[in-house]
């Protein structure tokens, strides 16, 4: 189902359309843009990182994306000049190649690039400058860009020796909370009476086979989502939901700054993008952040993207695919000569 429906426009000789997508351990968003990467359509899709999910149902995943984008427009993927996929789970150059195998057989087009996630994410965060994005969703990792044209990532290790500062991290660490509440072993905190409210269950010992069923290898969106009741609990002035999002913050302050100094960028002036639902908490998690972050290159300045990452993934395509100009004949996309 599309996320948004525009009408076609007349497009003149120089403008094309161009396809971004998004995908990742929760969802798959994809976009149709014009030459000017505004957005004429937009569509989502299940999950689509391939090692949670597998190739298969990842290349299911951007397929069902595209094409409700492109059903958005009224064009369908012949008619693309360029597409940019950022998958996330496609670090690895086996699962890249695996992935990107797959998407040019079902796709039948070498017309699109692949990457992993986070470099969709700073690409439109910073415009393709220098710069950094911090991403905080189910999972965390952060990723930047200098002059010299170098990437370097710090996070993005998973669940279960990594993720600091995501929703997951959150969610575990509010979890933990309660039940050192329940045990005695901790503070008291409205986050015990609240999860178990929030699970619908009468007890904190019913959480058990709740907890374990959703908790799979790889990391679960369902518990990760428990992150936004812990930003609820902390506005409400709880101090222990309060210190949870506070080292979350200060854990992606952390990988911002491991990236600043590997790329040697202590000294420049350059934008730290925040991307993910785990922002939505405000303050309570920028705070942390900006102060860990500009301790260390005080010319840095933590803000929001210039453009959301499919967007970014259709601006990277048309740089790495080097789109030519093109004209429109009958709806559809054809090489100038």
């Known amino acids: 189902m599309s996320e948004t429906s525009l009408q076609t426009e007349t497009y003149t000789a120089d403008e094309y359309f161009l396809a971004g997508v998004d995908g ?5 968003r994809g976009v149709i843009t014009d030459s000017q ?5 937009a569509a989502v899709a299940g999950p689509s990182n391939p090692l949670r999910v597998g190739v298969d149902r990842a290349v299911e995943a951007v397929v069902q994306a595209l094409d409700g984008a492109c059903s958005a427009v009224g064009i369908d993927r012949s008619q693309l000049a360029a597409m940019g996929i950022g998958l996330g789970g496609v670090r690895h150059a086996h699962h890249h190649q695996a992935t990107s195998r797959a ?5 039948s087009t070498e017309a699109f ?12 965060a910073t415009g393709g400058k220098p710069g950094i994005v911090v991403i905080a969703g189910t999972g965390s990792v952060a990723c930047g860009l200098n002059a010299r044209g170098e990437v370097v990532y710090s996070g993005g ?14 969610a575990r660490r509010a979890l933990m909370a309660a039940a050192a ?48 009741l812990v930003v609820s609990v902390a506005e409400q002035g709880d101090p222990v939901a309060g210190e949870i999002l506070r080292h979350a ?3 992606l302050g952390r990988a911002v700054v491991a990236v600043i100094q590997r790329l040697q960028m202590t000294r420049m002036a350059f934008r730290v993008a925040y991307v993910g ?4 908490a405000g303050e309570l998690i920028l705070k942390p952040l900006r102060q860990a972050v500009t301790t260390v290159a005080p010319r840095a300045w933590v803000t929001a993207p210039l453009y959301p990452p499919a967007v970014g993934a259709a601006m990277l395509a048309e740089q790495r695919l080097a789109v030519p100009e093109l004209q429109f004949s009958h709806g559809g996309a054809r090489m100038r000569s």
């Open 24 to 28: 990742g351990g929760t969802k798959t």
């Open 37 to 41: 990467f505004r957005v004429l359509g």
């Open 103 to 107: 998407l040019g057989r079902t796709l």
């Open 113 to 124: 690039v692949l990457v992993p996630d986070a470099e969709i994410a700073l690409f439109g």
């Open 157 to 170: 290790w998973g669940p279960t020796f990594g993720d600091e500062g995501s929703g997951y991290d959150i």
């Open 181 to 228: 509440d329940v045990d005695g072993r901790g503070r008291p905190t409205a986050l015990t009476a609240q999860i178990c409210h929030w699970f619908a269950v009468s007890s904190p010992m019913e959480l058990l086979s709740i907890i374990y069923r959703h908790d799979q290898p790889g990391g679960s969106p369902q518990i990760a989502s428990l992150a936004q």
């Open 249 to 251: 913050g200060t854990e």
């Open 277 to 280: 639902s785990v922002f939505q």
